[in-house]
Nanobody, 119 residues
Framework: HVQLVESGGGSVQAGGSLKLSCTASTPIFSSCAMYWYRQAPGKEREWVSTIKGDMIGYGASVRGRFIISRDKTKATVYLQMNNLKPEDTAVYYC???????????????WGQGTQVTVS
């Protein structure tokens, strides 16, 4: 079973930046996706970003401000968050597909989350 551990959360003033990291206990197959989601108090979990091979996607609320990347070991995914706004305050979760029998099973692994607070 793969474990995902997020880090890099914290408190920052509006307009500031943070960089989140998510490290998997074993590398995630490069053709399988890794994701960032977030959940604010009292709200549904919201998709933030996905990276799968050379494909990258962002939710509308973060597009142009957040950048997702993945290191060559395929064990770590990053989320560079710039121009942060109070509405970005949430617990940020990392997720990853599980590679099994030549298939990527979507979002089988989840981290415990890291708090981001923007004031």
């Amino acid at each position: 079973h793969v474990q995902l551990v997020e880090s890099g959360g914290g408190s920052v003033q509006a307009g500031g930046s943070l960089k989140l990291s998510c490290t998997a206990s074993t590398p995630i197959f490069s053709s399988c996706a890794m994701y960032w989601y977030r959940q604010a108090p009292g709200k549904e979990r919201e998709w933030v970003s996905t990276i799968k091979g050379d494909m990258i996607g962002y939710g509308a609320s973060v597009r142009g401000r957040f950048i997702i990347s993945r290191d060559k070991t395929k064990a770590t995914v990053y989320l560079q968050m710039n121009n942060l706004k109070p509405e970005d305050t949430a617990v940020y979760y990392c997720a990853a597909d599980r590679y099994s029998e030549r298939l990527c099973l979507q979002k089988e692994y989840w981290g415990q989350g890291t708090q981001v607070t923007v004031s």
